[in-house]
Structure formats: structure tokens, C-alpha cells
């Protein structure tokens, strides 16, 4: 593999993990707004599916099976804490757990 591609994959999976911690993010705050402001939190929601759904549509693209497991576990972890968020039901989950291959 050339470097250019070992740089690639090193930032993709970098910025995965990344993309999954302001996910829980959004998962927090959204948390905390339930209390306060019920849209807000739906909103915060809607931004950790989001995440969620780019994750999911990256993560295939990475080479290193290890990379790519870690990067599905965190994904899968986000995705149940959504689904147990109790702020939406996961009827109303826009994501798929089948990959999309672009």
C-alpha cells in the first residue's frame, strides 16, 4: 500500500472515531434537553443519526480489518444508544445496519 493510501486510511479512521464521540455527543446533550427543550432534543437526535448514517456508509472503505471492527463496534454502540435514547422509537431510525458500498 503506498503512503498516500496509509495516510488515507489513518485520517478516515481517525476522523470515524472522531465522528462517533460528537455523535455521543449529541447523545448528551440531547439527555439533558429532554428536561428542558423536547425539540432541541429531537434535534440533537436527528444530528447523531446523521452521524451515525456516515459512519456506517465510511467505515467500509477502510482496508484494516481491526480499524474497520473497532470503527462497527463503535458504530453499533451508537446506534443502541440511540434506539434506547427514549426520545424517538427505533421505528422512526432512519439508518440501516446493511453498508452502502460507495
Do not use: Y
Not at 4 to 23: G, K, P, Y
Not at 58 to 64: E, H, S, T, W
Not at 92 to 99: D, F, N
Amino acid at each position: 500500500m503506498s503512503a498516500e493510501r496509509n495516510q488515507f486510511q489513518e485520517t478516515l479512521a481517525d476522523f470515524l472515531r472522531i465522528e462517533s464521540q460528537v455523535a455521543l455527543t449529541f447523545l448528551w446533550t440531547a439527555a439533558i434537553d429532554t428536561r428542558i427543550d423536547l425539540q432541541h432534543s429531537k434535534e440533537a437526535i436527528n444530528k447523531a443519526r446523521a452521524a451515525l448514517r456516515v459512519i456506517r456508509r465510511f467505515a467500509v472503505r477502510i482496508d484494516d480489518l481491526a480499524e474497520r471492527m473497532e470503527i462497527d463496534v463503535l458504530a453499533d454502540q451508537l446506534e443502541t444508544a440511540i434506539n434506547s435514547s427514549g426520545i424517538v422509537s427505533p421505528a422512526e431510525l432512519s439508518v440501516s445496519r446493511k453498508r452502502n458500498p460507495n
